[in-house]
């Protein structure tokens, strides 16, 4: 008995010592790798999460897509899962110096609000009050 693992059929020792002393360019490793995909962070999610129960509990929205694309995060709002999306809250880096990284946009197309801050472009969902006679 040693203590090196079993090795599978047919491979032998020299085989896999040779297989494991190649070096690899660590820089060359990391350009060479797909890019990772821009995401939500945790509590940007949570942020537009709780815009979405809202929506849901007063029955304007009913569900949702969230995707990460190698240049923004995207979160759809769907009235219903078939049609186009209502609304769309994305997240593009590339414009956080500019106009910044946040944006909402409807179903046309237009940008109702962007902004650098979360909160402050979810705001666009607040219902605004309304004065009731009585």
Same mark, same amino acid.
Request: proline residues 5%.
């Given at each position: 008995?040693?203590?090196?693992?079993?090795?599978?059929?047919?491979? !032998?020792?020299?085989?896999?010592? !040779?297989?494991?002393?190649?070096?690899?360019?660590?820089?060359?490793?990391?350009?060479?790798?797909?890019?990772?995909?821009? !995401?939500?962070?945790?509590?940007?999610?949570?942020?537009?999460?709780?815009?979405? %129960?809202?929506?849901?509990?007063?029955?304007?929205?009913?569900?949702?897509?969230?995707?990460?694309?190698?240049?923004?995060?995207?979160?759809?709002?769907?009235?219903?899962? %078939?049609?186009?999306?209502?609304?769309?809250?994305?997240?593009?880096?590339?414009?956080?110096?500019?106009? %910044?990284?946040?944006?909402?946009?409807?179903?046309? %197309?237009?940008?109702?609000?962007?902004?650098?801050?979360?909160?402050?472009?979810?705001?666009?969902?607040?219902?605004?009050?309304?004065?009731?006679?009585?």
């Amino acid at each position: 008995m040693t203590d090196q693992p079993d090795l599978p059929r047919g491979d !032998t020792r020299s085989d896999r010592e !040779t297989a494991s002393n190649v070096v690899v360019d660590f820089h060359e490793y990391r350009n060479a790798r797909d890019p990772l995909p821009i !995401t939500f962070h945790r509590r940007e999610l949570d942020l537009i999460l709780r815009i979405y %129960g809202r929506m849901v509990g007063d029955g304007d929205w009913r569900d949702y897509a969230i995707d990460h694309l190698k240049d923004r995060a995207v979160f759809s709002v769907f009235k219903r899962s %078939g049609e186009t999306p209502l609304y769309r809250i994305e997240k593009n880096p590339r414009l956080s110096s500019k106009q %910044g990284a946040f944006s909402v946009v409807d179903v046309n %197309g237009r940008i109702l609000k962007r902004g650098h801050e979360l909160p402050q472009v979810l705001k666009v969902f607040d219902k605004a009050l309304k004065l009731i006679d009585t």
